[in-house]
């Protein structure tokens, strides 16, 4: 599976962006997309899962302002990110499951990777 991720940048505080992130090669039709980031000097951690299925996951600093969604046919999902904070700067990287775990949230659980986007939020 290749991940192929766009639409990072510099935004305001209080801004948007939206990122996407397309999949192609072997792709199992039971699978978990979705999203972690690294700011510098911090572990890489998660920011939102889609299951293949529908279910929806955040991590709790993101719940109501980024929205994760999922064009299954294009294997491609998108991350809303709205009322963006400086805390938000960060490299965005796209990961991809094979299938579904409870250890959503760990890195190691994630067969396959993005080459990240930069996202930049000014105070």
């Known amino acids: 599976v290749q991940l192929q991720a766009s639409g990072g940048g510099l935004v305001q505080a209080g801004g948007s962006l939206r990122l996407s992130c397309s999949a192609s090669g072997r792709t199992s039709s039971n699978n978990a997309m979705g999203w972690f980031r690294q700011a510098p000097g911090k572990e890489r951690e998660v920011v939102a899962m889609?299951?293949?299925?529908?279910?929806?996951y955040y991590t709790d600093s993101v719940k109501g302002r980024f929205s994760i969604s999922r064009d299954n046919a294009k294997n491609t999902v998108y991350l809303q990110m709205n009322s963006l904070k400086p805390e938000d700067t960060a490299v965005y990287y796209c990961?991809?499951?094979?299938?579904?775990?409870?250890?959503?949230?760990?890195?190691?659980?994630?067969?396959?990777w993005g080459q990240g986007t930069q996202v930049t939020v000014s105070s």
């Open positions: 990961a991809w499951r094979d299938s579904w775990t409870t250890a959503w949230r760990t890195e190691s659980s994630y067969h396959y």
């Open positions: 889609r299951r293949s299925g529908g279910s929806t």
